[in-house]
């Protein structure tokens, strides 16, 4: 095999969801499996439907999930076309610009080429013919697309025009797609297509073919939906005398209703998996998983990026629609936050803990750290389970006290005798807090659940929090015994 060079080509109109990014992960993943190269190619060439921010969005994402670029748009050329904020990687490369619209001259040069060599033409139809021409061919019942009246006409270059394809009708294709195998075309169902509009900016089909040729792409990971028009992109190779790379057409990701992937479903981007407290490692393994299996006799599900590396091939992509299932994806998230060392739970902690605004003391969070890792499924969880360790006053929702045979006075009876017991601790130790609240709980003949439930509710405002010994231990005995007297006056006589 020439070298393996495979691209990512998004389109800058919104925020692709997690399909979008499987697909420049499978990308990457095969490109990184035979030693080869990933690139990064901005496909801005519709510019009504440019969305500003989605060109940040995608390099801030991949890099965020450790998906490296090895070559791609330089800083220079995102500062041409406005992409100027800090931290802005500077790839770059020897096939540049990655910025479609930055290679509008080497698309006319191109469509030049191919009105030469007879394979294209000029047309300068305005929207009205082709309004009426299209009502025409819906009225009997034909194929919509351009008819083909300027094929002959020769229109003059410096009329305004378009450049249209000449696409053969009577003619069978066929090419083998690296997940679907072969797909054949008895006749190609498509019109004369525009490659390269009035304005100089070409259309995806001509853009694509030149950009994924001068970048010297072999493999081409794209959606499905780029299937159907396939035939234009091999007639252009063929045109141009060009070879076309293996296509691989990735299959939809579907939600678990079966169908298109909705904000219900989970179409989620990969910013919001990050906010929802996701953690890469566990996005990349998940989405790989999602219409990949590793083959044959192997159950594996918990991958690591060099595993996946090494077990990843084209054979293993079903082509049927995969399905998003985000239950597992959590499922699978609070394995890999339980697999981190504590060192590295408690530093990835820190961004959340900043955009929750809890800010606790680095030791006390170090102390219930252990014990927050094994309790969270992502990493939003975090910061309510300690945010009790802040000095804000806490909003006690009394009535999560009240279950189980407890009510008001007995309530307060609880927290009474474990400010004696506190009080009476020479030692403030998880062990000595045990003891001492164990003993309240029996000598009122309670089982310590419900009672430690009360003590839960006043010192830390909630029902779901670390260990409560450990808990009180970190906040210490001032704090604790302060709470708990605050407590007494707002539970009710
Ligand atoms: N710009 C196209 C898209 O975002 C890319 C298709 C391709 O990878 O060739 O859908």
Redesign the pocket.
Known sequence: MTEVRT?????P?GF?HLG?FR?AFFAYLFAKKHGGKFLLRI?DTDRERLVPGSIRFIIEELGWLGISIDEGPSRAELKEIGEDWNDAPNLGGECGPYIQSLRLPRYKEVADLLIEKGFAYRCDCTAEMLERERAEQMARRELPGYSGYCRTRNVPADKPHVVRFKMPTKRALSFVDAIRGRVNWDTIPLRDTVLLKSSGFPM?HLA?VVD?HDMRISH????I??LSTAPIHLLLYEALGWEPPVFAHMPLVNGTDGKKLSKRTGALNARQVREMGYLPETVLNFVSLIGWAPGEGSNQEIFTRDELVKAFSLEGINPASGVFDITKMEWMNGMYIRNLSVGEFIERCQPYLAQAAVSVPADQFAALAPHVQERVKTMIEVAPMVDFLTDKPLNRELNLMFNKGIDGPKAREIVTRSVAAIEALPEFTVDAIDQALRGVATELGLKPGPAFGVLRVAVTGKTVTPPLFESFAVLGKDKVLSRLRETLDLIPQ
Request: hydrophobic share 30%; charged share 25%; no cysteine.
């Open positions: 691209r990512f080509a998004p389109s109109t692709q979008g697909t496909e995806y694509v994924d081409v990971f794209r959606g939906e780029w």
